[in-house]
T-cell receptor, first 110, second 116 residues
Framework: AQSVTQLGSHVSVSEGALVLLRCNYSSSVPPYLFWYVQYPNQGLQLLLKYTTGATLVKGINGFEAEFKKSETSFHLTKPSAHMSDAAEYFC????????FGQGTELSVKP | EAGVAQSPRYKIIEKRQSVAFWCNPISGHATLYWYQQILGQGPKLLIQFQNNGVVDDSQLPKDRFSAERLKGVDSTLKIQPAKLEDSAVYLCASNPGTSGDQETQYFGPGTRLLVL
C-alpha cells in the first residue's frame, strides 16, 4: 500500500527566501511521485512529477524536487519565494490510485 | 483547450437532503475521477471511470453516494441522503487514459458542499 507524509502543515517564509516543503512516501512498487498546488477556491494544478529517469525534476514557476529512493523522500524546493507562491501544496504517490498527503500551506511574508 | 468543468461551484443543503454534482472532463479524456477533499486534508479518491465503466469505487460510500458516466463523457455524483460529515469539496479530474499521458490528472475547480 502507498502512503504520503508531508512534514509541517504550515510553512512560512519571507519573500526571496528558500522554500522547502518536505514529503516522504511509502510504496511497495517503484513510485510515481507528484507535487500539486492548490490556490484558494481552485482545483489542483500539477507542479511537477517523477516517473523514471533523472531524479532531479524541474517544474513550473521555478520549483524543483529530488527523488531520493534511499530516504523515500521527494522534497519540493524553490530558491527564492515570491508572494504569488502562497498556496496549499500537496505531495502525491501513484502506484495504482493517486494517494495525497495532507497538504502544506505556504505563506510568504513581504 | 478547455479545462475540466464542474457545477455548481457552491451548494448548501440541509442534512438528509439530496444533492448532485456535474463534471465535464477535458475533451477526449477517457478516464474520469471524483475526489472528496475534507477541510485540512488531501483529496481522497471516491470513484474512477474508464470511458463509461467503473474501474475503482472501493472508497465510495455506496449506501448514500452514487455516480454515473453515461456515454463516457459527462459524469454526475449524487449524495442521498446527505450527512453533516459530507461537507467537503468534491473535485473532478480527468486523464487521457491509454491514448496519452496516463500519469497526469487534470483537476476541475471543485464543488464546495456545506451540509447544515
Amino acid at each position: 500500500a502507498q502512503s504520503v507524509t508531508q512534514l509541517g502543515s504550515h510553512v512560512s517564509v519571507s519573500e526571496g527566501a528558500l522554500v522547502l516543503l518536505r514529503c516522504n512516501y511509502s510504496s511497495s512498487v517503484p513510485p510515481y511521485l507528484f507535487w500539486y498546488v492548490q490556490y484558494p477556491n481552485q482545483g489542483l494544478q500539477l507542479l511537477l512529477k517523477y516517473t523514471t529517469g533523472a531524479t532531479l525534476v524541474k517544474g513550473i514557476n521555478g520549483f524543483e524536487a529530488e527523488f531520493k529512493k534511499s530516504e523515500t523522500s521527494f522534497h519540493l524546493t524553490k530558491p527564492s519565494a515570491h508572494m504569488s507562491d502562497a498556496a496549499e501544496y500537496f505531495c502525491a504517490v501513484q502506484g495504482g490510485k493517486l494517494i495525497f498527503g495532507q497538504g502544506t500551506e505556504l505563506s510568504v511574508k513581504p | 483547450e478547455a479545462g475540466v468543468a464542474q457545477s455548481p461551484r457552491y451548494k448548501i443543503i440541509e442534512k438528509r437532503q439530496s444533492v448532485a454534482f456535474w463534471c465535464n472532463p477535458i475533451s477526449g479524456h477517457a478516464t474520469l475521477y471524483w475526489y472528496q477533499q475534507i477541510l485540512g486534508q488531501g483529496p481522497k479518491l471516491l470513484i474512477q471511470f474508464q470511458n463509461n465503466g467503473v474501474v475503482d469505487d472501493s472508497q465510495l460510500p455506496k449506501d448514500r453516494f452514487s455516480a454515473e458516466r453515461l456515454k463516457g463523457v459527462d459524469s454526475t455524483l449524487k449524495i442521498q441522503p446527505a450527512k453533516l460529515e459530507d461537507s467537503a469539496v468534491y473535485l473532478c479530474a480527468s486523464n487521457p487514459g491509454t491514448s496519452g499521458d496516463q500519469e497526469t490528472q487534470y483537476f476541475g475547480p471543485g464543488t464546495r458542499l456545506l451540509v447544515l
